[in-house]
């Protein structure tokens, strides 16, 4: 199912769409406490940022990263897998 949802292009409509939605929301909710608005804000407002900025580059992560290196250690575990078989990997 995996597979077929990933070769259809459907995959990163699938996946994207609800981890940008929840990280955007998050990202938005903390901007009031960024900014340090009200008393005593000024004190939060460098939790606020730190929070934004790792939700940002987790978000990156999640996106880019993590499927990269899931389709290389994929691809590798194949290509060896039809090496012990002794049959030549489909390049598709």
Do not use: K, Y
């Not at 900014?35 to 880019?64: H, S």
Request: glycine share 12%.
């Amino acid at each position: 199912m995996h597979t077929m949802a990933v070769s259809e292009g459907t995959f990163s409509v699938v996946c994207i769409r609800p981890v940008i939605m929840t990280a955007l929301a998050m990202m938005i909710g903390m901007v009031p406490m960024a900014i340090g608005l009200g008393e005593g804000g000024e004190q939060n407002a460098p939790l606020g940022r730190a929070v934004i900025g790792g939700l940002l580059f987790a978000t990156i992560a999640t996106l880019f990263f993590v499927p990269c290196v899931f389709s290389i250690i994929h691809g590798w575990l194949e290509r060896r897998r039809h090496r012990s078989v002794g049959a030549e990997p489909a390049i598709s």
